[in-house]
């Protein structure tokens, strides 16, 4: 069974960074996507950005040169650089995975496995 766990999440004062991070644990398939969301109260769950197991990557136009996903296929993580953060990057943050499917996607819909949560506040 596969199992995502985030961490990394705080408050930070705008123009600050933060680092996520993603552990997962349950896989050793060679194909898959992995990707970050974000919700906001009172908002639907929005694409962040997703790489696949080819290293490719896909970004939403509101984080392209600010965030940068990685991966550590070593340590089994998945990271989210977030820099410059703006008080509209407040919401919780959650990583997802996708077997057997690579692009790498960023439709929440593709995705059957999700983490818990981890909360990102940026204050103005």
């Known amino acids: 069974q596969v199992q995502l766990v985030e961490s990394g999440g705080g408050s930070v004062q705008a123009g600050g960074s933060l680092r996520l991070s993603c552990v997962v644990s349950g896989y050793t398939y060679s194909s898959y996507s992995m990707a970050w969301f974000r919700q906001a109260p009172g908002k639907e769950r929005q694409g962040v950005a997703a790489?696949?197991?080819?290293?490719?990557?896909t970004y939403a136009d509101s984080v392209k040169g600010r965030f940068t996903i990685s991966q550590d296929n070593a340590k089994n993580t998945l990271y989210l650089q977030m820099s410059t953060l703006k008080p509209e990057d407040t919401a919780m943050y959650y990583c997802?995975?996708?077997?057997?499917?690579?692009?790498?996607?960023?439709?929440?819909?593709?995705?059957?496995?999700w983490g818990q949560g981890t909360q990102v506040t940026v204050s103005s």
């Open positions: 790489i696949d197991s080819y290293g490719r990557t």
């Open positions: 997802a995975v996708v077997l057997f499917v690579v692009g790498p996607p960023l439709d929440r819909s593709r995705f059957p496995t």
